[in-house]
Every structure is written in structure tokens, then in C-alpha cells.
């Protein structure tokens, strides 16, 4: 089983380091086009050929490890992808990390070797042709019903002259994109169980190019929900989603169950959900950080606050009771009555 999740951790760093850097290419370069002038320009361009072959050998080592493993193992491994780019990005690209960050990666890093250990004596049972079409089934419904909840908010954000995203059209973006994504995997390994089961090998690259077309639409959905939406909001629940999408889908549609030892089970269900927390943690490191701050800095200053008036407080009991402050009445009464013989 450490054989698919090592290709699983090489296929997501190929992918995930090798879009940054196509993306760090593309800030010299024009917008992509079929033109010969542009084309060539790409071609010669280091850091973006470097990308996108990275991108293709990860697609590759993706497609080896769903050969090898249960998809129900490799989708959650993939996850980590963020983990090695995130390391990648602040030892290549200097970027800075917070304490969220390294407890993300950390996590994440826990969860892979639960599902490692736990997915030694996982195996899946055959393909059943049945359960195909209703898994297929549920997916067109729960699309149209995203796609109904998307257009009525749509039209009344419209109705109402809002301009900026609802927080549901961010979720459900990213959703359709998690969801397309598990899905390019649970067909690409259904076309290996295929393979395995003795079906004819035209099945396995036509399986493969509908993966591929998956996986297009679903970065068509991330896309559009990255360019009007927060990107916190869409890249949180895309990856969730996928990790939800394939391990319940392998399960239900594909015929891969959890293993027969509790100790192996609890492994494996720990892995799952540390995966899930450690991505969690590392798309939305930068706004925790800066909710933390904001909630430290609030109660900072109202502790402040609350020291000041304590100490006004104690200040003004102490200037009252001194008793070179107090006048008793009899003694300014002796005064005024003075006072006013001496001017008779």
C-alpha cells in the first residue's frame, strides 16, 4: 500500500508545484492563444515548460497509483498535495508561513500514514456494472440541484442589486469542483477495475478521457468561483468535496470497503479525517491568523480598559476618604460666623 500513496504524494506535488510555476511563468508571458508568435514564446519559457511537465508527470503518477490502490485511499492522500506546496512555496519561493501552516502540514503528514497503516488490509471486491448508473444518477441530480440553488440566488442578488458574491454561490462553486474532481478519479480507477475484471481495453482510455473532461469542468467551476468569490471559500470546500466525493463513491459505487481490523479501520478513519483538518487548516491559514490577532488584540484591550477604571476607580475612593480632604460642618460654620464678626 506505500507503494500508490508514495506515487499519490509525488503525483499531487507534481501537479500542485508544477501550476505555480506555470503561473509564475505566465507573468512575462501574453495570454495563451493558438498563435505561432505566442506558442513559442510559452515553449521557451523555462519555468512555465518546467510546470507543466511537472503537471503531466503528475497526471501520469496519479493515473499508476489509482491502478495500483482503492480510490477511497488515493483521493484523501492527494489532499497533501497542498502540504508539499506549501513547503515548495516558502523554501523555493520565500514565502512566509505561520504556526497554522506547520500545524496543517503537520497534520496532514499524520493522516497519510493512518491511512497508509490502515489501508494495508483494505481491499476492494468487484465491480458491480449496477451500481454504476445509479451513482451516475445521483451525481446529475445533486448537480441539478446545486446548479437550481445557484440560479436563485443569482437572480435575487440580481432582484436586490448586489454586486459582490453570496457566500452560498462560493460554497456551491466549490462544491461542484470538489465533486467533479473526486469523480475524474473514481472513473479513471473504474476503468483499471475494468481492465482487471477481463472487459475489453478500449474501456480503460475511454474511461481515462472522460476523467480528463471531469476534471476540465470541474477547474471550469473553480475558476469561476476564484474570480468573483473569496478564494478561502471555494479552494476549502473544492478540496473537501473531492476527498468526501471519491472515498464515498469508491465505497458505494465501486465496491471498496473498510478493513476487517479495528485497529486497521481506526487507522484509516483517523487518517481521513486529519487529512480533511490539516487541508482545512492550511487554505484558511491566513485568515485564522488574522481572526486570532483580531480577537487577542479586542481582548487585550478591553483587559486594558478594565485596569484603567480598576485603578480610577481605587484612585478617587482614596482622594474621598483622606481626612485632610473631609471639612466637618461645625468647623465651617465657626469660620463663616468669624468671618462675619470681623467684618461687623
Known amino acids: ?47 512555465w515548460i518546467i510546470g507543466f511537465l511537472m503537471d503531466i508527470f503528475g497526471a501520469v503518477l496519479m493515473l499508476r497509483a489509482l491502478s495500483l490502490a ?3 485511499i488515493i483521493q484523501p492522500v492527494s489532499g497533501c498535495g497542498l502540504a508539499i506546496l506549501s513547503i515548495f512555496s516558502h523554501f523555493y519561493l520565500k514565502e512566509i508561513m505561520n504556526i497554522v501552516d506547520w500545524m496543517g502540514i503537520t497534520l496532514a503528514g499524520i493522516g497519510t500514514i493512518g491511512v497508509g497503516a490502515g489501508g ?28 437550481g440553488w445557484l440560479h436563485f440566488y443569482k437572480r435575487q442578488r440580481r432582484e436586490q442589486e448586489l454586486m459582490e458574491f453570496e457566500v452560498v ?8 469542483s470538489g465533486i467533479l474532481f473526486g469523480m475524474a478519479s473514481v472513473i479513471s480507477k473504474t476503468g483499471f477495475l475494468f481492465l482487471e475484471q477481463g472487459f475489453h481495453e478500449i474501456l480503460v482510455p475511454i474511461c481515462i478521457l472522460i476523467s480528463i473532461c471531469c476534471s476540465a469542468t470541474g477547474f471550469y467551476y473553480q475558476t469561476r468561483g476564484l474570480k468573483h468569490g473569496r478564494a478561502i471559500v471555494v479552494s476549502t470546500c473544492a478540496a473537501v468535496a473531492s476527498i468526501i466525493t471519491g472515498v464515498v463513491a469508491g465505497m458505494l459505487a465501486l465496491g471498496e470497503e473498510l478493513p476487517s481490523s479495528p485497529t486497521a479501520r481506526l487507522f484509516l478513519l483517523l487518517g ?17 491568523i488574522r481572526r486570532l490577532t483580531w480577537l487577542y488584540r479586542r481582548f487585550k484591550q478591553s483587559g486594558t480598559d478594565r485596569n484603567f ?3 480610577s476607580g481605587s484612585s478617587v ?14 468647623t465651617l460654620q465657626n469660620l463663616l460666623s468669624s468671618k462675619a464678626k470681623a467684618d461687623s
Request: charged fraction near 20%.
Open 169 to 176: 454561490e462560493e460554497i456551491i462553486y466549490g462544491l461542484e
Open 1 to 47: 500500500m506505500w507503494e500508490p500513496i508514495c506515487l499519490t504524494l509525488a503525483a499531487a506535488a507534481g501537479n500542485n508545484i508544477g501550476k505555480v510555476l506555470q503561473k509564475k511563468g505566465t507573468v512575462i508571458l501574453p495570454p495563451l492563444s493558438f498563435k505561432l508568435k505566442v506558442i513559442r514564446a510559452y515553449a521557451f519559457n523555462r519555468a
Open 272 to 288: 481521513w479525517l486529519l487529512i480533511i483538518v490539516g487541508v482545512i487548516l492550511l487554505v484558511s491559514s491566513s485568515r485564522l
Open 317 to 330: 475612593r482614596i482622594r474621598d476618604s483622606s481626612p485632610s480632604a473631609i471639612i466637618q460642618t461645625t
Open 309 to 311: 477604571g480598576h485603578r
Open 120 to 147: 494495508e488490509e483494505q481491499k476492494a471486491s468487484e465491480i458491480s456494472i449496477f451500481r454504476l448508473p445509479w451513482l451516475a444518477f445521483f451525481i446529475t441530480i445533486l448537480f441539478v440541484l446545486l446548479n
Open 70 to 72: 482503492p480510490v477511497s
